[in-house]
């Protein structure tokens, strides 16, 4: 079915589907780069000749049986948990039992079974946590002897996980429960011909690997190009755009360049040089600047021309007749007052500014009234005070300075035009005007100057408040007018003329600079051209590979549909049909089995009607049937090889435990088996299927010797105690308890009796009821029964056994 996949796809597929079938191995890196070149070919992502690999042919290949793996002697154990040096277990070739009760060691000799074998469930192993000082640089070692291939071998163990060929070895405890009863299981063991499957996959993915690498390094090269080109020209676009969808062609097209074309850039570049000094914009920026100036001096002119010399005669007038009016009015009302200074500059500075103190700080309509305070003081005012307050009043505001203030203002009005002319600034302007080539005679220049001066004149006479006689002013102010409005028309059609030669050369510099900037970038397109070839190339290729990248997808999904056809054929019915079979010997309950797949791999699943997890319906004891059932029918379809059960029992009632033993003593016929175990019927049930042919079991015996854990004892059956042994304990602990006092002595005391119990119940099975029944034995020695010596009914010996 592999061969059949692959010669439906590329060729280089079937080149490596051929080193699978052949090697049955990974391939190597240095053969994945021969694969990925033959892709690259064969795909046209690389230049060469693509190799036409032949059609697989459809060989059967026979099943790689692996010789059978025994475990002889497990010894030397060093840093592991907190075992007492100088154990080992030799192990029968058929079944080995270790029982222990808890806490005495034995689980550590089975972590280091597991963690030698990589089982699921496989366990970190450390030293004796509870010594002196532990050592974090210790690891835990053993020596394990093994026989493979019909040869014995010596291991040294250094704490390795899955050290070939004890991975081969299958181990099941309680903490892989739920794996085989609720977890999506890949087999540990696959036959060769579905472990091609994924080998094919892995090769698949290096091959896919080394292409997304290549289109990775590809893809993020900048585009190195743009910044030789300038955003104006023509050609930015294209080499900004750069990538898989560029025209070549049309770029060389672009990039020719004529001999003609080379030899005009130098004359190009004179003739902008010549084109950027000789710009008319400078004397264009003259002509709008002595406009300015005209304009300034136009705007003047008319100010002195629309002055109104006799409304500012009248209001000099009204103003005079308005001052006597309000002197004469303010002596009369102040006569004979004995105010220092009245009516001098300084007495008005302070009236008025008192006036304006109180404007912005009181009620000015009533002030100054009865009750009222000084506005300085803050002394009651009395009434002469406040006669003397509004007289002061009458001054800033009464009728007469109304008048006046109305007078000033009148005239204000008529000079306000008049106070905006900036006559310093026309000066220098007529200064910038009276030059060689300007728009001005120097004569005007000298009669709008004198003009200036009579200007300022009238300004001051304005400030002064007094006449000022300039009987030509109208007359001088049109004439001057006139003479400066020609200047303007002549400035205005100048800077018209200059402006539209500016636009013609400016046009003309545009053209010149975007020839030469045109005929540039083909001569750098030119000389960038290889490069730039290379750089589409590559984006056409990172293009291009992308679109393969996404059919390794499919690839691999259709690898995957093969490999779960073909598992189906080889490998699930077979699992289906042994796990049946263990199911109705250890009397389990009815479930499904699911193969999911994926990426060429195989699984299976376990699942009820309503497809609930089985851990959620079963209880404890049908679900370690359940897990027992599919960890046998798993291990059935390897080659020979050890099997390991750590308390395989917990949860199981008596009649499930019956036919556990019984499938164990059957597995041990085909299998070598080992049973960890604290379960004392569970071991004696074993030993008694043993009881005719005790060469084919071992017993071990692990307990605990005071500080010394992991104590291993070869025996035949468990706490097989005798009489003499436990004498010789009770004599320590009578001895050891001599030598103490107080509590220390008690409890020795106390252990003695322990022994002492022990010894009763010794003598009672072996010499009162001559073994007929021993502890932890399941049967009943019926044919012991004549050996028991009894006191037959005699009326003067005083005994009163019963007769049996």
Not at 487 to 493: C, E, G, M, R, V
């Amino acid at each position: 079915m592999l061969v059949s996949w692959a010669n439906h796809q590329d060729a280089w597929i079937r080149e490596l589907v051929s080193d699978v079938i052949v090697t049955g191995k990974p391939i190597s890196d240095a053969r994945a780069e021969d694969l990925y070149d033959l892709f690259l070919r064969e795909k046209n992502l690389r230049t060469g000749d693509a190799v036409a690999a032949q059609q697989l042919r459809d060989d059967v290949f026979d099943l790689a049986a692996a010789e059978p793996l025994v475990l002889n002697r497990m010894e030397d154990l060093q840093d592991v948990n907190a075992l007492a040096p100088g154990q080992h277990i030799s192990f029968n070739p058929k079944l080995t039992i270790v029982f222990g009760e808890n806490a005495t060691g034995k689980t550590g000799y089975v972590r280091v079974l597991k963690r030698a074998a990589a089982a699921r469930t496989a366990e970190p192993i450390l030293p004796d946590m509870n010594a002196p000082q532990p050592s974090a640089s210790t690891s835990p070692s053993a020596r394990i002897t093994y026989t493979a291939a019909g040869q014995q071998k010596v291991l040294i163990w250094l704490d390795e996980a899955g050290v070939a060929p004890l991975n081969r070895i299958d181990v099941f405890d309680s903490r892989s429960l739920s794996l085989h009863v609720d977890a999506d299981l890949t087999y540990i063991y696959t036959p060769g011909e579905l472990a091609r499957f994924p080998l094919v996959q892995q090769g698949i993915e290096q091959v896919r690997s080394k292409l997304e690498r290549d289109i990775k390094d590809a893809s993020t090269r900048v585009n190195p190009f743009v910044t030789h080109f300038e955003r104006t020209s023509r050609l930015y676009s294209l080499v900004e755009s750069l990538g898989a969808a560029s025209d070549l062609n049309k770029l060389r097209q672009i990039a020719s360049v004529t001999e003609e074309e080379g030899a005009h850039v130098a004359t190009l570049r004179t003739e902008i040089d010549a084109l950027k000094s000789t710009t008319p914009q400078a004397q264009l920026r003259l002509a709008e600047t002595q406009r300015q100036h005209v304009s300034a001096i136009l705007q003047a002119l008319s100010t002195v021309g629309a002055f109104d010399a006799a409304g500012y005669e009248r209001g000099i007038q009204q103003m005079n007749t308005a001052r006597q009016d309000y002197e004469r009015a303010t002596q009369s009302s102040f006569a004979g007052m004995s105010i220092p200074g009245v009516l001098q500059e300084e007495w008005k500075r302070f009236i008025q500014a008192g006036e304006e103190y109180l404007q912005h700080h009181d009620d000015p309509t009533a002030y100054p009234r009865e009750d009222d305070k000084c506005l300085y003081c803050r002394q009651p005012l009395t009434p002469e005070a406040i006669s003397l307050l509004r007289k002061y009043r009458d001054y800033c505001n009464g009728e007469f300075r109304s008048a006046l203030n109305r007078a000033q203002e009148t005239i204000n009005q008529i000079t306000a035009a008049l106070r905006t002319v900036d006559t310093t600034r026309l000066r220098q302007r007529l200064a910038e005007l009276n030059g060689e080539g300007g728009p001005l005679a120097p004569q005007r220049v000298e009669d709008l100057n004198s003009a200036l001066t009579k200007l300022d004149e009238l300004r001051g006479a304005c400030e002064a408040g007094r006449p000022y006689a300039w009987p030509e002013r109208a007359e001088q102010a049109t004439r001057l007018q006139s003479v400066v409005q020609t200047a303007d028309q002549k400035l205005a059609a100048l800077a018209a003329d200059l402006k539209d030669r500016s636009e013609k050369r400016q046009q003309t510099l545009r053209e010149r600079e975007a020839h030469l900037l045109d005929i540039e970038s083909r001569m750098r397109l030119v000389q960038m051209l290889p490069e730039i070839e290379k750089f589409v190339e590559r984006a056409k290729w990172v293009d291009q590979a992308g679109i393969q990248t996404r059919r390794f997808q499919g690839i691999l999904r259709s690898l995957t549909e093969a490999s779960k056809a073909a598992s189906e054929q080889l490998l699930n019915r077979d699992f289906e049909r042994r796990f049946s079979e263990e199911c109705t010997k250890l009397r389990a309950p009815k479930v499904r089995l699911l193969f999911p797949g994926k990426q060429g791999q195989v699984s299976r699943r376990k699942a009820l009607a309503a497809d609930h997890r089985l851990s959620e319906v079963l209880s404890e004891g049908e679900q370690k049937v359940i897990a027992l059932a599919d960890f046998l029918a798993e291990a059935a379809l390897k080659p020979a090889a050890p099997v390991i059960f750590d308390d395989p029992i917990t949860s199981l009632d008596y009649r499930r435990m019956s036919e556990v033993v019984k499938r164990i003593v059957d597995l041990s016929e085909q299998r070598q088996v080992t049973i960890f175990t604290h379960n004392i019927w569970f071991t004696t049930e074993l030993l008694a299927a043993f009881e005719k042919r005790p060469q084919d079991c071992a017993y071990y015996d692990v307990t605990r010797d005071g500080n010394k854990i992991g104590v291993v004892s070869k025996g035949t059956h468990p706490r097989s105690d005798t009489y003499k042994p436990l004498r010789a304990k009770i004599t320590v602990l009578i001895q050891a308890a001599d030598k103490e006092t107080g509590e220390v002595q008690a409890a020795l005391i106390e252990k003695a009796y322990e022994y002492l119990r022990n010894v009763c119940e010794v003598i009672v099975e072996s010499e009162l009821l001559q073994g007929v029944t021993q502890r932890y034995q399941p049967n009943v020695r019926m044919t012991m029964l004549p050996n028991i010596k009894y006191c037959p009914p005699q009326a003067s010996s005083g005994c009163h056994l019963p007769d049996l």
